[in-house]
């Protein structure tokens, strides 16, 4: 397969994670036949610094002319603590995802065996939590009409939804289900949002063509209480654009690390592939950052175009590196962990060559060799 992929490696560890994915794209291209285009672009405060946009036009032609997005992190304290800033490197990323019509999130989370003791959570809660968020991204109140009076004491956003956003999403959440443990839970505030109401009515007329998917609903309050008290009860969790925001991030507490959350935004013509993480400009450049998340979104972007068997080789390489703790320091009980670079290289070098890779790390553990 031919692709043309648009990468936006962005601000603060985004350029160094993506070139972990970017690498392991080559490897996967190699090894299985097919042909990747890398072009990159500008976006968030990287491009506010050199055009004064953070979605520069030659950016959304750049992704308009691919058929999928590559996207590292953004954002920047410079911004962060200027509550006054007219122009912000997130609104690269909202422009983006709202022009390209991504209107569905998915963010996968999982507890990796490995990983069990990472969480701050008790290893009987988490072990074997598999949970899918699909969250709605181009609707609701990040989008909804924005207003500050005169005095600027006042400010208003507005939360919007329509029927058509409602169900188009939700039909995603559906089909994904099928294909798992049949079972969607519909995250609301019903009790008091009408907008809450509105997703309930929709999602509820929905259901009825998926009789093998069970529907079930959870207030927002309630479901963060329950994604840390007991994940393992939900299989896809469908909600709306900021509950699925603020949902995700404590989902990826039952990971271990928020360096291993990818995501994928679908629904326009263009995918666009990240991980959940910010911009962590604090590791910029200083090699410690996971590029996990960002690997995993490279898979994710194969799944999308339906390249299974590559996909699933980044996921058992990625396993690999956590069975054998070849990761950075988030997740590493060695102290230390290794660098962004060797963990791209390991999970490349898997791919290429897996047999090898594993002889060569059982033979180190034997203390036979040091070829790796
Ligand atoms: C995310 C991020 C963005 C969001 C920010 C950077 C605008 O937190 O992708 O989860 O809120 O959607
Ligand atoms: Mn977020």
């Given at each position: 397969m031919k692709l043309n992929i648009a990468v936006l490696p962005g601000d603060g560890i985004g350029p160094e994670v993506t070139q972990q994915a970017i690498k392991v794209l080559k490897a996967v291209a190699l090894e299985f036949d097919h042909t990747f285009n890398f072009k990159e672009a500008l976006v968030g405060a990287i491009a506010i610094e050199e055009?004064?946009?953070?979605?520069p036009d030659e950016t959304i032609k750049l992704c308009k002319a691919s058929n999928a997005i590559l996207f590292g992190a953004i954002g920047d304290p410079k911004f962060d603590n200027?509550?006054?800033?007219?122009?912000?490197?997130e609104q690269g990323l909202l422009r983006l995802r709202k022009e390209f019509g991504m209107f569905a999130n998915i963010r996968p989370i999982k507890a990796y065996e490995k990983l069990l003791d990472k969480s701050p959570l008790k290893e009987a809660i988490i072990k074997g939590t598999d949970i899918c968020i699909y969250r709605e991204l181009t609707g609701g109140i990040y989008f909804g009409e924005k207003s500050l009076n005169e005095e600027k004491t006042i400010a208003s956003d507005l939360c919007q939804y329509s029927k058509e956003e409602i169900e188009r999403v939700a039909h995603l959440a559906f089909k994904a289900a099928q294909s798992r443990k049949k079972k969607v839970t519909l995250v609301d505030k019903a009790n008091v949002l009408e907008t809450s109401r509105l997703w309930r009515k929709v999602v509820t007329e929905i259901a009825k063509d998926y009789p093998d998917v069970s529907l079930d609903f959870l207030f927002v309050d309630n479901a963060a209480m329950q994604l840390i008290l007991n994940?393992?009860?939900?299989?896809v969790i469908l909600t709306e654009n900021m509950f699925g925001d603020i949902l995700s991030d404590e989902a990826s507490v039952i990971g271990g690390s928020i360096g291993l959350l990818a995501s994928a935004s679908i629904g326009g013509k263009v995918g666009m592939f990240e991980p959940i993480?910010?911009?962590?400009p604090q590791a910029?450049?200083?090699?410690?950052?996971?590029?996990i998340a960002s690997i995993l979104s490279a898979a994710m972007l194969l799944e999308h175009f339906g390249l299974h068997k590559e996909a699933r080789r980044i996921q058992q390489a990625v396993e690999k590196s956590l069975e054998l703790e070849i990761t950075t320091s988030d997740i590493s009980t060695k102290n230390s962990g290794v660098s962004t670079n060797r963990v791209g290289d390991f999970i490349e070098d898997f791919i290429l060559h897996p047999e090898e890779t594993n002889l060569n790390l059982n033979n180190i553990h034997l203390g036979q060799s040091t070829i790796i």
């Open positions: 055009t004064g946009n953070p979605l200027d509550p006054s800033a007219k122009v912000r490197p994940p393992k009860q939900f299989d993480h910010g911009s962590f910029k450049g200083k090699g410690i950052a996971n590029p």
